[in-house]
């Protein structure tokens, strides 16, 4: 396992890590086994990644409390925990993007308290609200910083010019945002920026939300409660149009040995900028396999097949 710096850090992070968002997050996917959640992050230490990503909001809280559950065994230099706070959730249910600094203290504290840790590694801002300067926002993460409660500040979800806001400081250390191989609108602005200025870029969504695992067909349907809903990948005319993008790199993937997933992590490790990934899953052997992308070396004729099925299909 290769293992990367976090700019301006001093944190080794594995370049593959581990998304968490089904570990526990009930409020986002239906019949999840925590059991099995649970599972897939012990197998992931034990198999050397070290780089754990989660959010309050994921299970609203139950996500931090499994995964502190697991840590606790674990020496605490041995691993590297980023979560995210700014989303309030109240009794009746509603859901408030808060930026608030007095909130943002009382998020991490919460989040410090479920994950049974004195600090975290790395909190982002999870999502702007777009009330509250952003100046102010990560003013008071920094705070938390200097007490030593986070080791280094991260935002996510944000527009290039509001990410130059957060980082008038230089504060910013890492920025997470949507980037795969079917969504490669970062690369336009926000990659270039974050190499400028050494900002970690990780991007989420790796596998596009499960469309690079290569198992979906034209007549896959989302739950009700699924969160993806809401992406157009998975609408329409555009999810037919991506799924004849996905088996077109699928032979790409075929003609490497490998399998698309593995492909698609190996080719975001190959960008510019891209010191680490995160894929999810539900399930252990999701995390055994995810491994193997490391070991994959993506040449230059790759890129550029993969570059021409993004042309002929016109899409993104």
Same mark, same amino acid.
């Given at each position: 396992?290769?293992?990367?710096?976090?700019?301006?850090?001093?944190?080794?992070?594995?370049?593959?890590?581990?998304?968490?968002?089904?570990?526990?997050?009930?409020?986002?996917?239906?019949?999840?086994?925590?059991?099995?959640?649970?599972?897939?992050?012990?197998?992931?230490?034990?198999?050397?990644?070290?780089?754990?990503?989660?959010?309050?909001?994921?299970?609203?809280?139950?996500?931090?409390?499994?995964?502190?559950?697991?840590?606790?065994?674990?020496?605490?230099?041995?691993?590297?925990?980023?979560?995210?706070?700014?989303?309030?959730?109240?009794?009746?249910?509603?859901?408030?993007?808060?930026?608030?600094?007095?909130?943002?203290?009382?998020?991490?504290?919460?989040?410090?308290?479920?994950?049974?840790?004195?600090? /975290?590694? &790395?909190?982002?801002?999870?999502?702007?609200?777009?009330?509250?300067?952003?100046? @102010? !926002? #990560?003013? %008071?993460?920094?705070?938390?910083?200097?007490?030593?409660?986070?080791?280094?500040?991260?935002?996510?979800?944000?527009?290039?010019?509001?990410?130059?806001?957060?980082?008038?400081?230089?504060?910013?250390?890492?920025?997470?945002?949507?980037?795969?191989?079917?969504?490669?609108?970062?690369?336009?602005?926000?990659?270039?920026?974050?190499?400028?200025?050494?900002?970690?870029?990780?991007?989420?969504?790796?596998?596009?939300?499960?469309?690079?695992?290569?198992?979906?067909?034209?007549?896959?349907?989302?739950?009700?409660?699924?969160?993806?809903?809401? /992406?157009? &990948?998975?609408?329409?005319?555009?999810?037919?149009?991506?799924?004849?993008?996905? @088996? !077109? #790199?699928? %032979?790409?993937?075929?003609?490497?040995?490998?399998?698309?997933?593995?492909?698609?992590?190996?080719?975001?490790?190959?960008?510019?900028?891209?010191?680490?990934?995160?894929?999810?899953?539900?399930?252990?052997?999701?995390?055994?396999?995810?491994?193997?992308?490391?070991?994959?070396?993506?040449?230059?004729?790759?890129?550029?097949?993969?570059?021409?099925?993004?042309?002929?299909?016109?899409?993104?």
């Amino acid at each position: 396992m290769k293992f990367n710096l976090l700019r301006k850090t001093d944190i080794k992070v594995s370049e593959i890590g581990l998304g968490t968002n089904a570990v526990g997050g009930h409020n986002l996917f239906e019949n999840l086994n925590e059991q099995d959640g649970k599972e897939m992050v012990s197998t992931a230490l034990e198999l050397g990644i070290n780089f754990i990503d989660t959010a309050d909001i994921y299970g609203k809280g139950r996500s931090e409390e499994l995964i502190g559950e697991i840590l606790k065994k674990y020496r605490r230099e041995d691993f590297v925990i980023a979560t995210k706070g700014a989303q309030h959730w109240f009794e009746d249910g509603t859901i408030k993007i808060d930026n608030n600094p007095q909130y943002l203290r009382y998020a991490l504290e919460n989040s410090l308290k479920r994950l049974q840790m004195d600090y /975290i590694d &790395l909190y982002y801002l999870h999502f702007p609200d777009n009330e509250t300067p952003l100046t @102010e !926002a #990560i003013g %008071e993460l920094s705070k938390l910083k200097e007490e030593g409660k986070i080791r280094a500040i991260g935002i996510s979800n944000v527009t290039l010019n509001q990410l130059k806001e957060a980082n008038i400081h230089n504060d910013i250390s890492v920025l997470q945002s949507p980037y795969h191989m079917l969504d490669r609108s970062a690369k336009q602005d926000l990659l270039p920026y974050c190499i400028e200025h050494d900002i970690s870029f990780i991007p989420y969504g790796p596998l596009a939300f499960g469309l690079l695992g290569g198992k979906y067909t034209g007549d896959f349907k989302l739950s009700a409660r699924d969160w993806r809903k809401s /992406i157009p &990948l998975f609408q329409g005319e555009l999810f037919k149009q991506t799924l004849t993008k996905v @088996e !077109a #790199i699928k %032979e790409i993937a075929d003609r490497k040995q490998t399998t698309l997933p593995n492909l698609a992590l190996a080719w975001l490790l190959a960008q510019d900028g891209i010191d680490a990934v995160i894929p999810g899953g539900r399930h252990k052997e999701q995390v055994m396999a995810n491994m193997k992308a490391a070991d994959i070396l993506v040449e230059k004729s790759d890129l550029a097949g993969i570059e021409r099925i993004h042309n002929l299909l016109d899409l993104n």
